[in-house]
């Protein structure tokens, strides 16, 4: 399923958070019934400890790297490739935040990582998580989370940014999740012909070089889609603008996820928190960092207006035919050094096109 892994990611790092927030804020921290004294008396009332509510320490900026792989698990020894690497940077104050993708195939200069005996090169982005996974001695056991480390370092090195913390997805259950929420709501920029579906929503028969049969074909407009359909359409890559179009499909996906949830206002419905994280399952390795309730509460919160997604071009690199893979373009670099600045919102006021719409 590639890149579509780390939608759910996406989702279940700052929608689930969001949720998570408000749950607990409408609960209260510490609520107890009936004043009790130190030796349980009833009526006897004791001094509160205090204690700071969880998050209070996180003040930003924080960056969350959410990353989807290809695990292929039916391949033994298959080894897992970050097919699509997101970034979420919130700011001091915790009052807006920015999501962007990087390309897959960005070249970059991944660093030596003895841990899995890599000595270091300039080559794919995707490739990090994958030579990150080799375990000396355990050729047929690659280890995501180490995989995670490398590519970590990898995107800390290229952005310059700090990863405070991560998620790394395998997929499975996100169209589960958004058949649970009875679909989405989105707002489809451009005529997409699925490479994978036919319009009952069955595969299409694998031949030599491709697939066969009739094709799903999500048209432009307001459209409400299923599960499955959701799932499709922000996979397709062969399509106008390729990769980056498939980026921006995905970040608008998560955004109308987003308002999904936040509109169906869960925190007072417990029955569907339970089906929204049954729908999940055990789709998300949550790579280290701050408690996820902490972050939950340090989000809690932002508002879904202030959730900019921001795409940044690129073209491809090679000499002749010969294809090596991407890089940004100066406008895609200087926008991660106006973010490390705290200027992104001057920045994309002077570049509008950066700023991914619906």
């Keep these: 399923m590639r890149a579509l892994a780390a939608l759910a990611a996406v989702v279940v790092a700052v929608v689930g958070a969001l949720v998570v927030a408000r749950l607990v804020r409408d609960d209260g921290p510490d609520r107890r ?3 009790t004294g130190a030796t349980g008396t009833p009526g006897a009332t004791a001094a509160p400890s205090p204690t700071a509510p969880p998050g209070a320490g996180i003040t930003g900026p924080l960056n969350l790297l959410l990353v989807g792989v290809d695990t292929r698990v039916s391949v033994p020894g298959w080894e897992p490739h970050g097919d699509a690497v997101l970034m979420l940077h919130v700011p001091a104050g915790l009052d807006r935040a920015y999501l962007f993708s990087l390309p897959r195939d960005l070249l970059v200069d991944i660093p030596a990582f003895p841990q899995a005996g890599y000595r270091g090169g300039k080559t794919k982005l995707t490739h990090a998580m994958s030579y990150g996974s080799r375990v000396p001695g355990k050729p047929r056991q690659p280890s995501a989370a180490q995989g995670y480390d490398l590519l970590r370092s990898t995107v800390s090195g290229y952005t310059g ?3 405070d913390a991560g998620a790394v997805l395998t997929f499975g259950g996100f169209d589960k999740l958004v058949d649970t929420l009875g ?3 989105l707002y489809v920029d451009q005529r997409v012909v699925s490479l994978h579906r036919r319009p009952d929503g069955k595969h299409r028969s694998p031949v030599p070089g491709g697939y066969t049969g ?3 074909v999500y048209e432009k407009g307001e459209r409400h889609l299923n599960g499955w359909q959701a799932l499709d359409y922000a996979r397709q890559r062969y399509i106008s603008g390729g990769d980056y179009a498939r980026q921006r499909h995905q970040q608008q996906l998560i955004k109308a996820l987003v308002t999904r949830i936040l509109g169906e206002d869960l ?3 417990p029955d569907r928190v339970e089906q929204v994280v049954a729908a999940l399952g055990d789709t998300l390795i949550y790579a280290g960092g701050p408690r996820i309730v902490d972050i939950a509460y340090a989000l809690g919160g932002l508002p879904p207006d ?3 997604l921001v795409g940044l071009p690129g073209a491809g690199v090679g000499k002749g035919r010969a294809y090596r893979g991407e890089q940004l373009t100066a ?5 991660l050094t106006e973010l490390r600045a705290g200027r992104a919102d001057a920045y994309l006021a002077d570049h509008p096109e950066l700023v991914v719409r619906k």
């Design 306 to 308: 202030r959730f900019v």
């Design 331 to 335: 406008v895609g670099r200087t926008f």
């Design 214 to 216: 009739p094709q799903m």
């Design 183 to 185: 679909g989405v709501d």
């Design 33 to 35: 019934v009936g004043p």
């Design 267 to 269: 925190a007072r419905q």
């Design 161 to 163: 940014l700090r990863v």
